[in-house]
């Protein structure tokens, strides 16, 4: 049974910085590609990042390009989105996912690419 263990989110001032983890466990074969989703209040549910497990090739949404990280750990089946420079507008709740293998030149990644999903964890970026 695939389970993922989210982790590190929070409150955290305009320009600061926050790390997620997802750690990822119930694969057979493994994963072959892990992604950030989030969703603000309101809103719908929008694709932030995803990277391969095999070469660690990686999308980011324009929205964040620059500003966050993705990065895994194969080791330990863990993967980690790094935020930097935080907004208001990063507000939300963040997900990991499993998923078919990651595109980096995907124009708009879907939650549709999804098969598994975490639990969720809020982040909340305000002074």
């Known amino acids: 049974q695939v389970q993922f263990v989210q982790s590190g989110g929070g409150l955290v001032q305009p320009g600061g910085s926050l790390r997620l983890s997802c750690a990822a466990s119930?694969?057979?074969?493994?994963?072959?590609?892990i992604g950030w989703f989030r969703q603000a209040p309101g809103k719908e549910r929008e694709g932030v990042s995803c990277?391969?497990?095999?070469?660690?090739?990686?999308y980011y949404a324009d929205s964040v390009k620059g500003r966050f990280t993705i990065s895994r750990d194969k080791a330990t089946n863990t993967v980690y989105l790094e935020m930097n420079a935080l907004k208001p507008e990063d507000t939300a709740d963040y997900y990991c996912?499993?998923?078919?293998?990651?595109?980096?030149?995907?124009?708009?990644?879907?939650?549709?690419?999804?098969?598994?999903w975490g639990q969720g964890t809020p982040v909340t970026v305000s002074s």
């Open positions: 996912a499993t998923g078919a293998i990651c595109d980096p030149e995907q124009s708009d990644f879907r939650p549709q690419w999804a098969d598994y």
């Open positions: 119930g694969f057979t074969l493994g994963y072959k590609a």
């Open positions: 990277i391969n497990r095999g070469d660690g090739s990686t």
